[in-house]
């Protein structure tokens, strides 16, 4: 069997949703678990509701109405039918999201942040899955939570492998072998059957797991180009596709934010052995890029900017060197709150770390941190990774540029400057 994953572009509305059909009825679909993101950019608009009604700002009421109406939108494109159980299931899911908003907010943001914004891969998987059925490619609706199960470790849960392949294999290889199951990225279960997420992006790292429990001949991620670039094509124009990329090269990028995988989502595979495929959903013919088990020399320079960052500088209030205590305080405050560092630079006398701007995560850091430390930061940033550098492409990426922070190793640069290259 295979394990497909169609991203928030490639179901972005209704001519998407009627393109992966077509994927499907050409690969004959049996035996394929498709794996579901939010459609669009429905999870920054989720977001936004729940920032806005944890803060008890603006109005989020509002914020859900304008997602209903893009939904409903889509639906009606997709089925001339209104007594088609569709219209129902997706006004339960949201019904689900206004009992949420009627209580009132309570600290806990990612557990809320969780309960929310899980909802939109549940909705667009349904909608998707009842399309399906009525295109005459009869499927299997499951709910992804039943199966993957976390921590509770709110938006980027930890996975119970053992119990979580148990509960995969107990049931979906006998359904696999007649039919096509539909699922939903991104989401988890607690066993206290709360909703968890698995880190943004975190659909393809489900995939991963679907795909490593069924021991998958392969996993495809359905994508907006025409494969793995060295670069953003949104941002350089001369970018190159690799045809292959051996695991540890694409876990490399992965980890250094190239948004095109997951991070997470290699090393299952390639604890199996399972090849990755990413493939353009407008070119479905198209061979894309295969991630396998074979080491690839890499000749060209790979260029992953992400925007956004923050650079934060301690210093101890007694202008004292940094010392393991200090370091073991620094590391105990982003662990609680889940920061993960983009990089890091530690001197006698101070620490600086750069990572993903997230305003009220930032904001309680800063308050643990400044009963120790004195606390300085610049925000707006650009985070440059160049792995296989050399010295003139980080001379014309860097040009008339003010650098923050510098480090550069064999094969990997990474410089923090204030943001100019922009999507």
Known sequence: ????????????????????????????????LIVISAMGKTTNALENVAKHYCNQSGNYQV??????????????????????????????????????????????????????VSIGELIASCIISNYLNISGILNKWIDARAYVQTDNNYRNANI?????????????????????????????????????????????????????????????????????????????????????????????????????????????L???????????????????????NTEIPIKIPI????????????????????????????FAALADLNVLINTIQISALSFSACFDFEEIQFNTLCATLKTEFNVRYNNNLQLITVRHYNENILKKLTNKQEILLEQLSRITAQIVVKASIKE
């Open 1 to 32: 069997m295979k394990v497909y994953k169609f991203g928030g572009a490639s179901v972005k509305d209704a001519n998407a949703i009627k393109n992966v059909a077509k994927i499907l009825v050409a690969d004959e679909p049996s035996g394929i």
């Open 63 to 116: 914020l859900l109405e304008n997602i209903k109406t893009d939904h409903y939108g889509i639906i009606k494109a997709l089925f001339s039918d209104e007594k088609n159980p569709v219209y129902n299931e997706v006004n339960n899911f949201f019904v689900e999201i206004e009992w949420i908003l009627e209580d009132e907010p309570h600290d806990e943001y990612n557990f809320i942040y969780d309960q929310l």
């Open 160 to 268: 119970n492998w053992p119990k979580t392949e148990t509960l995969i294999l107990n049931t979906l290889p006998k359904i696999l072998n007649t039919e096509l199951v539909i699922t939903q990225g991104f989401i988890g279960n607690t066993s206290e059957n709360f909703t968890t997420t698995l880190g943004r992006e975190g659909s393809d790292f489900t995939a991963a797991i679907f795909g490593n429990c069924l021991n998958a001949q392969s996993v495809t991620i359905w994508k907006d180009v025409p494969g793995v670039l060295n670069a953003d094509p949104k941002l350089f124009n001369d970018t190159v596709k690799f045809d292959f990329l051996s695991y540890n090269e694409a876990i490399e990028m992965a980890y250094y934010g190239a948004t095109i995988i997951h991070p997470k989502t290699l090393k299952p």
């Open 270 to 292: 390639q604890n199996k052995n399972i090849p990755l495929f990413v493939k353009p959903f407008m070119a479905s013919h198209e061979s894309g890029t295969q991630i396998c």
């Open 303 to 330: 260029i992953i900017i992400k925007n956004n960052q923050v650079l934060i500088s301690l210093s101890t209030k007694d202008v004292s060197f940094i010392n393991k205590n200090h370091l073991k305080n620094i």
